[in-house]
């Protein structure tokens, strides 16, 4: 969960809610989380210092909004590759020897 | 029915103030959004259980506050033994002196000393809490062995405060002298928060350990 939060955000900053249609269009529907667990995630983020927020107006309303830090981009790239590589090597097992 | 859900929040949250304020924010703001779109039955039901969503931050709070004492713990405990060594040693010119703090009229010199022989007493509550710290991690119950250290280097930090109540009937009133002394009662200062923080962060833990994971 947390790559796929630190991929969402590396497309521009997005309050909690945003980050959460982002997810589910760009999934096509493959990730329907429990809206209530994402934001104990970003707080963990923003304490570990992946990503930063600040409150802003939306339309008149008050919203959250998360940005990736430059840590946070590096983590993202650190786990992307990890999950790459986990991915690459899970399918050459899945797809049993040549 | 979103006022009553975060109402229920509020109350299971174990956190206060500003952290509180915002979550709650936040939550509102989250569900009015979705609300607007699939109605206020759905928007909640599709947050999840308030009790299920103030777990998740009950934990995330635990972890980042057992991450920051054992942080400062260890930052606590070099600049203690810095403090030891330096007034073991005192490699800088003394020079004995009047001193001229105003506590010294405020504080009997018998007082002071009164205050050194219970020194033994502070170390022992130090041993212990370390000691305490060391089982409680040997279990892998993180949040118990950083609050036993924290409480452990609290019975520590009485002693530079003696030492400096010591330092009184024999005083170096040289500048290093005078900033041993004030860096001694700043570090005291310093680890005694941190067994106060100790103290909220197992209350946290035990709060989280009641809430459905």
Redesign the interface.
Known sequence: LTLLVLAVLAAGPAHGYALIERLRASSDGAFELPEGTLYPLLHRLEDDGLVASRWTQVDGRRRREYRLTQRGRRARADREQAWRSFAAGTERVIAGPA | MIDAYLAELRLLLPVRGRRRA??L???Q??L???AALVGDANAVE???PPR??AS??A??LV??NTRRLLELVAALFLVHLVLLVLIALRPWPSHFGAIEYPRRKLVPVDAMLALGRLTPMFTALAIAGLVVAALAARKGAPVRAVAAGALGLAGLAVLPLLVRFGAQTDVDVSAAGTALRLAGELWALAAVSAAVWAIRTLALSRAAARLPG
Do not use: L
């Open positions: 915002r979550i924010a936040e939550v703001a989250h009015r959004d979705d599709r947050f999840g299920v969503v998740g931050f934990s995330q972890v980042r």
